[in-house]
């Protein structure tokens, strides 16, 4: 079955302390991207990859970082993880650009 | 700067009927729309797109209308189902043109079907 994985399902953690949502894919895909959502913003991207070692910033890229060492694994790493970090995460991976992406389940991150 | 703007938080529709789900852009450079619909604790799944060189997309009960000069597009489902009960984000991309993977997405509109 062609999906998006993500983990974990939900975390809370404290301010500063390190941390990794790890998303992975099994359609091959070239391009993948996390999203946060919150109330009446949508959904912002964060990072997007369009291959291996390829990666670059979407809107709202402070305070996160990327690594894109597989086609498959997109993890999104919180160096310093702020309350302001607070949110719904949700990774997605294309085949192509602008086409269709599919999204992973989504992470609800708590920082306090 | 919100470029692509979904003016109506919810919308409440009667089962069988057709519900309009509308979605505006500023931004002219966008070439391809999607709309993504949401449940509760999931993920957008993508429900329908549409080129910027076509003006209407269907999909059996969900159709797409794009108006490039008045930057508008809205999602028509007809009829309406409460399984259609769900968040739905419109989004926008120039990717096409210039190989920019960046998906811009509105704010969603929360549709309630009505049995």
């Known amino acids: 079955e062609a999906q998006v994985t993500q983990n974990p399902r939900y975390l809370i953690t404290v301010t500063g302390k390190k941390l990794t949502v790890t998303c992975s894919q099994n359609?091959?895909?070239?391009?993948m991207s996390w999203y946060r959502q919150d109330p009446g913003l949508g959904l912002r991207q964060i990072y997007y990859?369009?291959?291996?070692?390829?990666?670059d910033k979407g809107d709202v890229p402070e305070g996160y970082k990327v690594s894109r060492k597989e086609k498959r694994n997109f993890p999104l790493i919180l160096e310093s993880p702020s309350p302001n970090q607070t949110s719904l995460y949700f990774c997605?991976?294309?085949?192509?650009?602008?086409?269709?992406?599919?999204f992973g389940q989504g992470t609800r991150l708590t920082v306090v | 700067d919100q470029q692509v703007k979904q003016n109506s938080p919810s919308l409440s529709v009667q089962e069988g009927r057709i519900s309009i789900l509308n979605c505006d852009y500023t931004?002219?450079?966008?070439?391809?729309f999607l709309w993504y619909k949401k449940y509760p604790a999931e993920g957008p799944t993508f429900l329908i797109s549409?080129?910027?060189?076509?003006d209407k997309n269907e999909d059996g009960r969900f159709t797409v209308f794009l108006n490039k000069s008045a930057k508008h597009l809205s999602l028509h489902i007809v009829p309406s189902q409460p399984g259609d009960s769900a968040v739905y984000f419109c989004?926008?991309?120039?990717?096409?043109?210039?190989?920019?993977?960046?998906?811009?997405f509105g704010t969603g509109t929360r549709l309630t079907i009505i049995p």
């Open positions: 989004a926008a991309n120039w990717g096409v043109r210039f190989g920019n993977e960046k998906l811009t």
């Open positions: 931004n002219s450079m966008f070439d391809y």
């Open positions: 990859s369009m291959n291996v070692e390829v990666t």
């Open positions: 359609m091959n895909h070239e391009y």
């Open positions: 997605a991976s294309s085949r192509d650009r602008g086409t269709r992406a599919f």
């Open positions: 549409i080129s910027s060189i076509k």
